[in-house]
C-alpha cells in the first residue's frame, strides 16, 4: 500500500503544469515526450535501458586539459539561458579553446550565439569558427527532440553575434544532418555538437564530426544526461571505437582525436 502511495505521488510530482505548458506552446508531441521521459526517470526508473545509465569514463577537466588556466576564462552572458550550456560548462570550453588556440572551430548549434561568442574570445587572433543553424521554416530531416531556435523563442539564431568579436565568425543557415562536410574534412582543430538530441541526428553530427576533425583535434558534446537519451546512446556507441570521456561535474563529453591516424581512416559508429 505505501509503495502504491509513492508511485501517485510521484506521478502528480511528473504530471504537472510542465506537461500543460509544453501542450499548449509545442503541441501534442512535445507533451506526450516530455510525460514518457518523465515516467522513466521518475516512477519506474528500474524500467530505464541500461544504455542510459552514464557509461563513459569520468574524468576531470584538469587532467584532460593540464595546460588550461581554469582561473582566468572571462565568460560573457555568465548567467545560464534558455537552451545553452551551464556557466561551469561555458568556462571549460573557454578555458580548452584558450589553452590549445585552435585556429579552426565549428559549432553545430548556434541557438543565440553565446557559445560562439566565448568560443570566439578565447580563441587566438585570426581564428575563424563556424556556427551552423537551421534556416527559418526549413524541417529537420529527422523528428527531433532537441529544441531549435523557434522553440526557444527565438526569431532568428546567433543574435548575441553582434559587434566585434575575437575571431571571424561564419554563420551558416542549414541542416547539419544534411550539410556538404567534404570542404572542412581533417582540418578542423576543434568541433562543439549542440544541434537536434535526436538519436538519428546526434550520430549524424557525430559522423560528420569525426570526419572534418583533424588528426589531435577535440571534439565536445553537450547534453550527455539521462535527459537526453539520443545523446547518451549515440556517444555509448562511439565509445566502443574511441576514447570519448565524460568531463567530470558537466554534461560535456569529449573526444581527442588520436594524433597518429586521421579520423576519416578510422572506424566511425559501429
Not at 515516467?39 to 526508473?45: A, I, K, V
Not at 524500467?47 to 593540464?66: G, I
Not at 576514447?243 to 561535474?249: F, M, N, Q
Amino acid at each position: 500500500m505505501r509503495s502504491l502511495v509513492n508511485r501517485v505521488l510521484r506521478l502528480l510530482f511528473v504530471v504537472n503544469a510542465a506537461a500543460l505548458w509544453l501542450l499548449l506552446r509545442d503541441g501534442p508531441r512535445a507533451s506526450l515526450a516530455y510525460l514518457r521521459g518523465a515516467l522513466t526517470l521518475f516512477l519506474w526508473p528500474e524500467l530505464r535501458p541500461t544504455s542510459l545509465d552514464p557509461r563513459l569514463p569520468e574524468v576531470q577537466p584538469e587532467s584532460l586539459f593540464p595546460n588550461a588556466d581554469w582561473t582566468r576564462a572571462e565568460i560573457l552572458y555568465p548567467l545560464p539561458r534558455p537552451g545553452g550550456v551551464r556557466t561551469d560548462e561555458l568556462v571549460v570550453l573557454s578555458a580548452v579553446v584558450g589553452s590549445l588556440q585552435p585556429r579552426r572551430i565549428v559549432e553545430i548549434g548556434t541557438a543565440e550565439g553565446r557559445t560562439t561568442l566565448n568560443l570566439s574570445r578565447s580563441a587566438p587572433a585570426g581564428a575563424f569558427i563556424t556556427t551552423i543553424d537551421l534556416p527559418p521554416g526549413q524541417a529537420p530531416a529527422t523528428d527531433r527532440s532537441g529544441r531549435n531556435y523557434q522553440q526557444l523563442g527565438l526569431d532568428a539564431p546567433g543574435g548575441l553575434l553582434t559587434g566585434e568579436t575575437g575571431a571571424k565568425i561564419e554563420r551558416i543557415r542549414a541542416d547539419s544532418t544534411r550539410l556538404d562536410w567534404s570542404p572542412y574534412e581533417g582540418s578542423v582543430d576543434l568541433v562543439y555538437v549542440d544541434g537536434a538530441h535526436d538519436y538519428e541526428s546526434v550520430r549524424s553530427d557525430s559522423e560528420n564530426a569525426l570526419r572534418i576533425v583533424r588528426p589531435g583535434g577535440v571534439i565536445f558534446w553537450h547534453d550527455y544526461d539521462v535527459a537526453t537519451a539520443g545523446v547518451m546512446l549515440c556517444l555509448h556507441e562511439l565509445a566502443r571505437d574511441w576514447p570519448v570521456v565524460w568531463v567530470k561535474g558537466t554534461r560535456l563529453a569529449c573526444l581527442q582525436a588520436p594524433a597518429n591516424s586521421p579520423a576519416a581512416e578510422a572506424p566511425l559508429i559501429a
